[in-house]
């Protein structure tokens, strides 16, 4: 059985930064080294949204436009591990943060085939 776990987020400052974790079990390494890893979120009241990917091998990476320079997703094959590191949050980055693994890289939440368990990042001003 495939698992995502999260861990990091929290409550930090305007300005501050974070960085998640999402860590693969129920996947060797060779697949997990095969799966493109999506970053999202979703603030109360709103739906999920994209934030940003990066493909199976690592080579391209793709942001929503309010996160350009300021959030990195990375990835560790040999920990099955995919992070996203966050730089100069602001308030309207608060929400819950969602990993999650596919074979393609895509923008859809629907194209997701698993995800994690959601991690609370808050910004305050």
């Known amino acids: 059985q495939v698992q995502l776990v999260q861990s990091g987020g929290g409550l930090v400052q305007a300005g501050g930064s974070l960085r998640l974790s999402c860590a693969a079990s129920g996947l060797s390494r060779g697949t997990f080294t095969s799966y493109a890893m999506g970053w999202f979120r979703q603030a109360p009241g709103k739906e999920r949204e994209f934030v940003g990917y990066?493909?199976?091998?690592?080579?391209?990476?793709q942001y929503t436009d309010s996160v350009k320079g300021r959030f990195t997703v990375s990835k560790d094959n040999t920990k099955r591990t995919a992070y996203l590191q966050m730089n100069n949050l602001q308030p309207e980055d608060t929400a819950v943060y969602y990993c999650?693994?596919?074979?393609?890289?895509?923008?859809?939440?629907?194209?997701?085939?698993?995800w994690g368990q959601g991690t609370q990042v808050t910004v305050s001003s």
């Open positions: 999650a693994a596919n074979g393609a890289a895509s923008v859809r939440v629907g194209e997701y085939s698993y």
């Open positions: 990066i493909t199976w091998s690592g080579r391209q990476t």
